[in-house]
């Protein structure tokens, strides 16, 4: 049981580039969100989706692009890489319950520099 | 708009103390309130959570209170010890998953 798999680990990308972050998890989880950390800024929500093929915008949505054909994968793409958009990535899913909310697991994070 | 605001940015705290952590909220429809603990390098991972219709859950050492007039809820770590050094995160979840996070606190328990 691997939980939450992001990859990679690390990237570096010239601004302009395009580029696909991985995440798969393995727990049959509905929901699945994609989340960037800045020093001082927290975690802020860019993506999410409640279900094979539903998703919707988060607090910071623009650049980013993502889809999910499937349950267990939940790619983020980088349109058009920018300066800004250094940070590093995490992924995080979760079960939907009727009486209570369930833990978010996190994936390791993708730390991304664009120069 | 920050939906979920944190405080303190930091902490320091003598080992045995406790660490004190605050958060409010503006949006009614939040209906989740977990607490992430994060060390370097590594994903947060879920410490405690509470729903809005308690105002205190205890998990060992790690207590959230919630006032639900105030839209306020904190975090108490009793006997701090310098392993819970580490950066705490609250968040707010509303119907649907969506969780915002708070700014985070860094907490170092001095030994």
């Known amino acids: 049981n691997a939980g939450v798999t992001q990859t990679p680990k690390f990237q570096v990308l010239k601004t302009g580039q395009s580029m696909t972050l991985q995440c798969a998890q393995d727990m049959n989880h509905e929901y699945m969100s994609w989340y960037r950390q800045d020093p001082g800024m927290g975690l802020r929500l860019i993506h999410y989706?409640?279900?094979?093929?539903?998703?919707d915008q988060g607090e910071v949505p623009n650049g980013y692009n993502v889809s999910r054909s499937t349950t267990e994968d939940f790619p983020l793409r980088l349109l058009s890489a920018a300066p800004s958009q250094t940070s590093v990535y995490f992924c995080a899913s979760s079960y939907r319950r009727t009486d209570r909310r369930s833990e978010a697991f996190f994936g390791q994070g993708t730390r991304l520099t664009v120069v | 708009q920050q939906q979920v605001k944190q405080s303190p940015q930091s902490l320091i705290v003598q080992k045995g103390g406790i660490s004190i952590i605050n958060c409010a909220y503006e949006?009614?429809?939040?209906?989740?309130f977990p607490w992430y603990q994060q060390f370097p390098g590594k994903g947060p991972a879920l410490l405690i959570a509470?729903?809005?219709?308690?105002s205190e859950k205890k998990e060992g050492r790690f207590t959230i209170s919630f006032n639900k007039s105030a839209k306020q809820f904190s975090l108490h770590i009793m006997d701090s010890q310098p392993g819970d050094s580490a950066t705490y995160f609250c968040a707010a979840g509303e119907e649907g998953f969506k969780t915002i996070f708070g700014a985070g606190t860094r907490l170092f328990v001095k030994a």
């Open positions: 989706s409640v279900g094979a093929g539903i998703t």
């Open positions: 509470i729903r809005p219709d308690v």
């Open positions: 949006n009614t429809a939040f209906d989740y």
